[in-house]
């Protein structure tokens, strides 16, 4: 009988061995472009607790905020370099990476949150997300940035003839670019961590972002007006060093992507709880805001249509029909 049982106890701790050593201690850096109190830290933090508890605390994430490794460009260079291990980004400025990706830069792309989800957590997102690896990253999964808004220091924009001369910061890539020098806006593409001083000095008089985002980075304290166009929805991605990941035993790569995942699930849902209370906060300090009225945002889309001829061989013509396919089917047309 002593023999079975320490035969047991031996099969056991064999066992347990090797599955706990699939854990190394490991520190992972993660770079963010936005300020901490975002609610990008609300999916870092769970997705932290969830990593503590699968890899029995040997997995730790170390967060980096308002671009304390570099911006979007710079952190994203280092992952495929293998020099740091994730950033969490924005898709605008991987276009310049991965052009198939400007498609989520389109213009009034998405009707709602609900069509946003449905594509990028479905077969369209996982498509997109499978290519990224040929360019060194690896997407865990995709959180929200959300639907951008304009702010301004001149006017309140209520039809797209109100941006006629007005230097509006864009993220650096073409679609953006051609998106708002197409209004007759004169498109200034800057990173986002130079924003808040060029505001500030007004060497530019507008920018254009989430809510949360507008909030968290206080550009109410250097912007007058805030006008809700809701003219594009960026996601955003949680990118893992390629080579790094491929050093990564399998245990560790399935925590890191169903953490991801459990950190979206946060993530989401306090952005979008967020969106109202900054809403608020920004009009408390003293903003003016105002909603465009549904036919000057039909014009809008209209005057933006020839964004998406424009820009469909760079994307790739099938990656846009493909996404306008699945937006049709998820509509029911």
Request: hydrophobic fraction near 45%.
């Amino acid at each position: 009988m002593k023999r079975l049982m320490l035969s047991t106890t031996v099969l056991a701790l064999a066992l347990a061995g090797p599955a706990s050593a699939q854990f190394e201690e490991r520190a992972i850096r993660v770079s963010n472009g936005v300020a901490q109190d975002h609610p990008v830290g609300d999916g870092v933090d769970a997705m932290a607790q969830c990593l503590e508890e699968k890899s029995g605390g040997a997995m730790e994430l170390q967060a980096f905020w308002s671009s304390a490794l570099g911006d979007d460009l710079q952190a994203t260079q280092a992952l495929r370099s293998g020099t740091l291990e994730m950033v969490i980004t924005s898709s605008s400025p991987l276009a310049g990476l991965m052009p198939a990706l400007g498609v989520f830069d389109l213009p009034f792309l998405f009707n709602d949150e609900a069509e946003a989800d449905a594509v990028l957590d479905g077969p369209f997102g996982q498509q997109m997300s499978e290519r990224l690896e040929e360019f060194g990253v690896v997407n865990l999964a995709f959180w929200e940035n959300g639907f951008r808004n304009l702010t301004n220091s001149a006017r309140p924009v209520t039809k797209w003839e109100d941006l006629e001369g007005m230097r509006v910061r864009v993220m650096q890539n073409n679609v953006f670019i051609d998106t708002f020098s197409n209004m007759g806006a004169n498109a200034t593409p800057m990173a986002f961590g130079e924003v808040f001083s060029a505001l500030e000095t007004r060497a530019i008089d507008a920018q254009e972002n989430p809510v949360v985002t507008i909030d968290t980075s206080k550009f109410y304290e250097v912007q007058d007006y805030l006008s809700v166009t809701r003219h594009a929805y960026t996601p955003f991605l949680v990118l893992y060093s390629k080579p790094l990941w491929d050093r990564l035993s399998a245990e560790e790569q399935a925590a890191l992507r169903e953490c991801a995942v459990e950190g979206q699930k946060v993530q989401r849902a306090a952005v979008r709880e967020q969106t109202n209370t900054s809403l608020q906060n920004v009009t408390e300090a003293g903003m003016e805001v105002n909603e465009l009225a549904p036919e000057e945002v039909d014009r809008m889309r209209e005057k933006a249509a020839v964004v998406y001829e424009r820009h469909a061989e760079e994307i790739g013509p099938d990656v846009v029909a493909e996404l306008q396919a699945e937006l049709a089917r998820i509509r029911g047309e």
